[in-house]
């Protein structure tokens, strides 16, 4: 049997140690006349050159002795040590399809976690305690919005492993105006255990990042729960994998997903809660109006029922509702209507983005046609080069478009129309060459035609 690859790995490190050793082997002998203490030394020095030296070999022999995906576990086993994080969370690093966009309170919400994670990393590695109110003060500084315990539950409810919350007292406060005894809320990031500095846990900036994009991650999924029950309240239903999933449904708002609804946070004890509810009444009762009073009561009680209402899926267009126009159309034409369409949404839905930019370019060589076939006309050249052919079109072109982006147009017309269109690379210059003689109609037709396929794929 032919060796593997961890066969010939073994040897070339064996091979290494074998010719370190035969340069030590090289080495000067100790003069006889030598002191003790000179001769010690000099021994020594041999060892730790030999030490070195077999260092290096093994060096040179871990990267071909593991296959790539066993990377991990060689460096950790030749050093002790873990990779690091970029090489170990490296697949949290891709990034989500850019048609899935978020509601805006979502992107408010995420702004808020990266700017409570970048105060609550700083004060952690200082090995301060995080409490709620420092947090609360330096969001709003950052955001210039308001952030209340509200939206830490929020943050809790979306990435519930990110932070552990209690209530703690006897915590100095600082001269913001609380007292050391009284309970406050506190913020510990969660973090593995290899995450660790001289002993410490530590939040890098690679793990502020990794926890960014894990949120971002949940928001999304978050909304793909709402979409998925859109999507299944059409007429027909639709199912389309997650996995697959890269823009919403046309008619899917995203923004009247409904908001988050907080996680529960911890409270201080019962009879501590109590005493400083009374505290607080008894503090405020001489300082309000009657008429206030009675509205912050009433604002209380609407807060308490909203908060214990269940969030509104978005609804999708009711079957029911059939246009007086369709009266005495067959049903089962509809639904044969209903279902291509149906299909035709999948199919934007799960469209891949590349796919999606060449339908893009598809959908402007039509009335590119026309102008390419003027230039050529107005130049009286049977061929011109790429730079001269890019510019002449983007100054008669109706929208702003770079050289570049027009030459993958051109070059697309080849692609699609060889006949028609070459583009030749002759020394150092590209030309693009046109049949003035072909009927710009079939041109078009065959254009048009190749932008349907597309859009039936």
């Not at 074998?18 to 010690?40: C, E, I, Y």
């Not at 979409?227 to 708002?253: C, D, I, Y």
């Not at 402007?364 to 049977?382: D, G, H, S, Y």
Request: glycine share 4%; net charge positive; proline share 7%.
């Amino acid at each position: 049997p032919l060796p593997t690859q961890e066969d010939l790995a073994g040897l070339r490190c064996r091979l290494q140690r074998v010719k370190a050793l035969a340069q030590l082997a090289q080495l000067p002998p100790v003069p006889a006349g030598a002191s003790t203490d000179l001769r010690s030394r000099l021994e020594q020095v041999r060892r730790l050159e030999l030490r070195i030296r077999e260092k290096k070999a093994r060096s040179r022999a871990v990267p071909a002795a593991q296959p790539s995906g066993n990377t991990e576990a060689a460096a950790t086993a030749e050093t002790g040590e873990k990779p690091p994080a970029y090489q170990r969370f490296h697949t949290l690093a891709q990034d989500l399809p850019p048609g899935l966009t978020l509601p805006y309170k979502f992107k408010v919400l995420a702004e808020m976690f990266r700017s409570v994670d970048t105060i609550a990393g700083m004060l952690f590695n200082r090995a301060e305690t995080i409490t709620f109110a420092k947090v609360k003060q330096g969001v709003q500084d950052m955001m210039r919005k308001q952030f209340e315990e509200r939206h830490m539950g929020q943050i809790k409810a979306v990435y519930p492993t990110s932070y552990r919350l209690r209530q703690e007292k006897n915590i100095p406060t600082f001269g913001n105006g609380g007292k050391k005894s009284d309970y406050q809320l506190t913020l510990e990031p969660v973090l593995g255990e290899e995450e660790k500095v001289d002993g410490r846990p530590h939040l890098s900036a690679s793990r502020l990042l990794e926890r960014r994009k894990e949120f971002n991650r949940n928001l999304v999924n978050i909304v793909k729960q709402h979409h998925k029950a859109f999507l299944a309240a059409l007429s027909p239903p639709m199912v389309v994998p997650e996995e697959k999933l890269t823009r919403w449904h046309p008619r899917f708002n995203v923004d009247e997903v409904p908001d988050i609804s907080p996680a529960e946070l911890p409270r201080p004890p019962q009879e501590d809660r109590l005493t400083t509810a009374q505290e607080v009444l008894s503090t405020a009762r001489g300082m309000l109006t009657p008429k206030m009073e009675k509205a912050l009561a009433n604002l209380a009680l609407r807060t308490t029922e909203a908060s214990a209402g269940e969030p509104v899926v978005s609804k999708a267009p009711s079957p029911a509702s059939t246009s007086s126009a369709l009266k005495g159309v067959s049903q089962a034409l509809l639904e044969r209507i209903r279902a291509k369409e149906a299909q035709k949404l999948q199919a934007l839905m799960t469209r891949d983005p590349r796919q999606e930019e060449r339908l893009a370019m598809l959908g402007r060589l039509p009335a590119m046609a026309r102008i390419l076939r003027n230039v050529f006309v107005a130049e009286k050249k049977q061929a011109l080069t790429i730079e001269v052919a890019c510019a002449r079109m983007a100054e008669s072109y109706d929208a702003q478009m770079p050289p570049g982006e027009m030459e993958k147009h051109l070059r697309l017309f080849a692609e699609l129309l060889p006949e028609w269109v070459g583009i030749h690379a002759i020394r150092t210059d590209t030309y693009i060459k046109l049949d003035k003689g072909k009927d710009l109609s079939l041109i078009t037709e065959r254009l048009t035609k190749a932008v349907k396929e597309a859009e039936a794929l």
